[in-house]
């Protein structure tokens, strides 16, 4: 019954008007009938709602969720004066979230009248152009991530750790086929790799967590012969072994007891309908040293598939020491996953998403300097995820250090997220973060599949035409003087005069450095710990 009066009250209130109308027709005044009609009217409109997949909102709550539609229909005039500015990014404007949606349905994301930016505050900042702009043949731009046969050509841009249980189960076959449509890959996330991924078709990125989900003991240590028998799967790419995320740095991952159904439990070896907590740290290593030791059994386990490692950078010293190790242990990471503080989940303490953490492009500086610096960057590839939206975002982030970005809240938006910030509760409105049958039962995977891969290949469209548009033939050709800071109308700043430079293996020839950080901490870690030797 609480469902009846709860996002069905209206529907079934229409149905029960045109009944009682009906008999009051019958026995008091034939002008009831106009009323049953009516009614009966709004009850088959919800009939239709109800049955259609095409809007999630309203297949959940027929008739009550058009409601939506006619308040955004007449927001202009509301917001003006009682709600939130377009460019209000909380966590994503209204502008960000349109030209997502425009981008997945494949609608032209163009604006009339110009920038609704402040182009003239302090921060403001750009992409130089060029007067002689560029022609790009091919835009299929990817990135070679290992060594051998099993080395992965990684697409620009890519879908970020979404785990089955966190979303529901057509809501990640919706993403990996897109990402089979457009030729990218899809993170599982620390949710093991489902048979909803697997369903999907698409390449994959299997992360490994501290919970050890997919390929652990029944006491939640990790399992190598489990691990083994996934990873050889073709369709599983590459290795991700998670250490922190952006989002709640220094805590595990949480799945809320409401969320962990016996097939999630399953899936990824715990118990059914009990909240999922993973451990702040991981049980298989304790030291730089045994954390690359880990990595190279991962890669020998999976038959050579590249593995790294994705993290939130905290203590300087303590990526630093990671770096130092791979120099000292010859055994190198394949890629480093890059999160910022601005990262989002599905759960997570508020002051752990407010307040720990570092920034994505402080973060994605230190990590660049600190692999050039050690002459790594060649071999260690790097990604950067964390409230990346738009094809500048894309374009930004590679011009400070990254390889390639990857992107979840947006490619959520394109499966048709509302942004209604009730991930964890299991009543998500679009049946895309829930295991609730009743709810999910509205996402139709072929049509967001279909969405998930335009909203790519649109974005990679918009990086190439701001590729051009400075002059460049590939994102490889970006460097830090292409992004431009404005300070004051008469001042201006490039990237590379913000942040710290550091030369190509200018730490392993003793050469002073410009990032602060590695000047204090590279000679004070070691591959054995994770902490600075304090100086004397």
């Not at 019954?1 to 008007?17: C, D, E, F, K, P």
């Not at 030209?99 to 997945?104: E, I, L, S």
């Not at 720990?356 to 492009?361: A, W």
């Not at 994605?364 to 990346?388: E, F, H, P, Q």
């Amino acid at each position: 019954m609480s469902v009846i009066w709860g996002r069905y009250t209206v529907w079934v209130a229409t149905a029960l008007a045109s009944l009682a109308s009906i008999v009051l027709g019958l026995t008091l005044h034939a002008s009831f009938w106009i009323v049953a009609v009516l009614a009966a009217a709004l009850f088959l409109l919800g009939l239709s709602d109800y049955t259609q997949k095409k809007r999630g909102v309203i297949a959940n709550y027929p008739l009550l969720g058009r409601m939506r539609y006619i308040l955004e229909s007449i927001r202009p005039e509301l917001r003006q004066y009682f709600w939130e500015a377009d460019t209000d990014e909380l966590p994503y404007s209204r502008n960000q979230r349109a030209m997502v949606y425009q981008r997945a349905k494949g609608i032209l994301a163009a604006r009339p009248l110009g920038t609704v930016l402040d182009i003239y505050k302090e921060d403001y900042n750009w992409l130089n152009h060029s007067i002689m702009p560029s022609h790009i043949e091919d835009k299929d731009f990817r990135v070679c991530v290992g060594e051998g046969e099993q080395a992965y050509h990684c697409a620009l841009l890519n879908i970020s750790g979404t785990s089955f249980g966190a979303m529901s189960p057509p809501a990640i076959q919706a993403l990996n086929k897109g990402a089979k449509l457009g030729g990218f890959a899809h993170n599982t996330g620390e949710g093991a790799f489902s048979k909803y991924h697997a369903a999907g078709g698409g390449d994959v990125i299997w992360q490994i967590s501290t919970g050890y989900f997919g390929c652990r003991t029944k006491d939640g240590q990790f399992d190598a012969d489990i691990f083994a028998t996934t990873a050889s799967q073709p369709q599983i790419k590459m290795i991700e072994i998670k250490i922190s995320q952006g989002a709640k740095p220094g805590h595990g991952g949480m799945l809320l007891a409401p969320k962990v159904t016996p097939e999630i439990a399953e899936t990824r070896g715990i118990e059914a309908y009990e909240d999922c907590i993973s451990p702040s740290r991981h049980s298989e290593f304790s030291t730089p040293r045994e954390l690359l030791e880990f990595a190279a059994r991962l890669r020998q386990l999976s038959g050579g598939k590249p593995v790294g490692i994705k993290l939130c950078i905290g203590h300087p010293w303590e990526f630093a020491a990671i770096v130092k190790a791979m120099v000292e242990t010859e055994i190198a990471l394949d890629f480093v996953t890059v999160d910022g503080a601005e990262g989002g989940t599905g759960a997570a303490p508020v002051e752990f998403t407010d307040h720990l953490g570092c920034p994505l492009r402080d973060a994605l500086v230190y990590v660049d300097n600190a692999l050039k610096g050690a002459g790594l960057r060649g071999r260690v590839k790097v990604a950067a995820s964390g409230k990346i939206v738009s094809a500048y975002d894309v374009v930004r982030h590679i011009a400070l250090g990254a390889d390639w970005c990857n992107m979840a809240r947006p490619f959520m938006f394109a499966l048709g997220c509302i942004q209604a910030r009730d991930c964890a509760s299991g009543d998500c409105p679009t049946g895309l973060a829930t295991m609730n049958p009743q709810r999910y039962r509205v996402v139709d995977i072929e049509e967001r599949a279909k969405r998930v891969a335009n909203f790519q290949q649109n974005t990679i469209e918009s990086v190439a035409e701001m590729l051009e548009a400075a002059g460049l033939h590939s994102p490889q050709e970006l460097s830090r003087r292409h992004i431009v800071r404005r300070l004051s109308a008469s001042q201006i700043q490039l990237a590379d005069q913000i942040y710290p430079k550091v030369a190509d293996g200018a730490l392993l020839r003793g050469e002073t450095v410009e990032d602060a950080r590695l000047a204090s901490y590279w000679y004070r870690v070691t591959p054995d710990s994770f902490a600075p030797i304090e100086p004397k």
